[in-house]
T-cell receptor
Framework: DAKTTQPPSMDCAEGRAANLPCNHS???????VYWYRQIHSQGPQYIIH???NNETNEMASLIITEDRKSSTLILPHATLRDTAVYYC??????????FGTGTRLTIIP | GAVVSQHPSWVICKSGTSVKIECRSL??????MFWYRQFPKQSLMLMAT?????????EQGVEKDKFLINHASLTLSTLTVTSAHPEDSSFYIC?????????????FGPGTRLLVL
């Protein structure tokens, strides 16, 4: 699976869009980019995944660069409940997930 | 939906005893389930991959005789921590691969916090 690099922490004002970057320069052609988040003392929550095209669901949008070497998770209107550690993971097929250290996102009131 | 439950949510036990943790996929069948462990301020570490009806595959450094995994049905996997010691105290999280889709997105349970005294 591709190694991913994320900033260790970020702050975002409540109500603003939170943009979380992820670098995955070694991602292979068949690897999807998955995003999960973990709120304190809970299990990880699936957010979104994509391969090449940008994706959007009720939780977030995922923007993947054309060369697929990086992506950005966008939470359009951050709330205090979005404070969590966000993990960007490369995964091919239905292989296991390997978690890195993620980005600790803090939403500021 | 894709809901995964774990039971119990927390457990305290004496050193030397065994503890069983259940992981269930509530609204989908999961041919594969995964068990993770998370220590404070650390990321999730995969312990083992559990396939229904077959033996689990353990990650390097995880003792299979200490962490017994049984995946008896498409909706249930259990992790038994045998002869638990204080260093086994941790947050144990399971996930289940959604068998309804080819990609098989993994969904996680809420976790079980184990404290060994």
């Amino acid at each position: 699976d591709a190694k991913t690099t994320q900033p260790p922490s970020m702050d975002c004002a409540e109500g603003r869009a939170a943009n979380l970057p992820c670098n995955h320069s070694t991602i292979s052609g068949n690897e999807y980019v998955y995003w999960y988040r973990q709120i304190h003392s809970q299990g990880p929550q699936y957010i979104i995944h994509g391969l090449k095209n940008n994706e959007t669901n009720e939780m977030a949008s995922l923007i993947i660069t054309e060369d697929r070497k990086s992506s950005t998770l966008i939470l359009p209107h951050a709330t205090l409940r979005d404070t969590a550690v966000y993990y960007c993971i490369g995964r091919s097929g239905n292989e296991k997930l390997t978690f890195g250290t993620g980005t600790r996102l803090t939403i500021i009131p | 939906g894709a809901v995964v439950s774990q039971h119990p949510s927390w457990v305290i036990c004496k050193s030397g005893t065994s503890v069983k943790i259940e992981c269930r996929s509530l609204d989908f069948q999961a041919t594969t389930m995964f068990w993770y462990r998370q220590f404070p301020k650390q990321s999730l570490m995969l312990m083992a991959t559990s396939n229904e009806g077959s033996k689990a595959t353990y990650e390097q450094g995880v003792e299979k005789d200490k962490f017994l995994i049984n995946h008896a049905s498409l909706t249930l996997s259990t992790l038994t921590v045998t002869s638990a010691h204080p260093e086994d105290s941790s947050f144990y999280i399971c996930s289940a691969r959604d068998g309804r889709t080819e990609l098989g997105t993994q969904y996680f349970g809420p976790g079980t916090r184990l404290l060994v005294l």
